[in-house]
């Protein structure tokens, strides 16, 4: 399986982007998905994941409210819609994917499959 994450760019802070993150492979339906970010001198954080339905989703305290994620099977793709951005939000955003319907812990190792990762900056 292979990842392509895309729609990172420069926005100003309270504004809006929705980052797409497109899977190759047969198989994309049956994992869940997740995205992580990282910004520099700082470590690989969670952002949220969802299941392989997307009837189940989990978000770090820190976007809980502002970003949604969400998935289309049919198209192979999972989004992170990120709103009300803050410049703090500012890091490199990477979607994975683990080979299990559903993932219950927030940490990377969980992951089995990485992106290429975008770039995201807001300014303030």
């Known amino acids: 399986v292979q990842l392509q994450a895309s729609g990172g760019g420069l926005v100003q802070a309270g504004g809006s982007l929705r980052l797409s993150c497109a899977a190759s492979?047969?198989?994309?339906?049956?994992?869940?998905m997740g995205w992580f970010r990282q910004a520099p001198g700082k470590e690989r954080e969670f952002v949220a994941d969802?299941?392989?339905?997307?009837?189940?989703?989990h978000y770090a305290d820190s976007v809980k409210g502002r970003f949604t994620i969400s998935r289309e099977n049919a198209k192979n793709t999972v989004y992170l819609q990120m709103n009300s951005l803050k410049p703090e939000d500012t890091a490199v955003y990477y979607c994975a994917g683990a080979r299990k319907s559903t993932v219950y812990t927030r940490n990377s190792y969980e992951y089995d499959y990485w992106g290429q990762g975008t770039q995201v900056t807001v300014s303030s």
């Open positions: 492979g047969r198989t994309f339906s049956t994992y869940a």
């Open positions: 969802i299941n392989w339905s997307g009837m189940l989703t």
